[in-house]
Nanobody, 125 residues
Framework: QVQLLESGGGSVQPGGSLRLSCRISGYFDHDSYMAWFRQDPGKGREVVASCYTRGGSVYYSDSVKGRFTLFRDYGKNTLDLQMNSLNPEDTSMYYC??????????????????WGLGTQVTVSS
């Protein structure tokens, strides 16, 4: 059984930083993609960053490009999201997801069979 456990969320002032961590356990096909999504109340999940499970180039959404960095540790089976220069628009519930099988669909939440429970990030002064 695949389990994802997110940590690292919290409250921070604008301009601050947080590092989210996703620890993954259980078997899943590594010929797949993984990602961090975020979701605001009443809205669907939007992808923040995504990468191939075995490593390689990273996709970032335009809203976080240049501020967020994805770190994939294959040996530890973790997926971290370093978030810098946070602003109030980054306030959201953040979710880790793995197992999307196709490059063309990796930006869509329905492509991912495995999800964590999420960690809340709040940016306010």
């Amino acid at each position: 059984q695949v389990q994802l456990l997110e940590s690292g969320g919290g409250s921070v002032q604008p301009g601050g930083s947080l590092r989210l961590s996703c620890r993954i356990s259980g078997y899943f096909d590594h010929d797949s993609y993984m990602a961090w999504f975020r979701q605001d109340p009443g809205k669907g999940r939007e992808v923040v960053a995504s990468c191939y499970t075995r490593g390689g180039s990273v996709y970032y959404s335009d809203s976080v490009k240049g501020r967020f960095t994805l770190f994939r540790d294959y040996g530890k089976n973790t997926l971290d999201l370093q978030m810098n220069s946070l602003n109030p628009e980054d306030t959201s519930m953040y979710y880790c997801a793995v197992g999307a099988r196709q490059l063309e669909s990796r930006l869509r939440e329905e492509a991912y069979p495995y999800w964590g429970l999420g960690t809340q990030v709040t940016v306010s002064s």
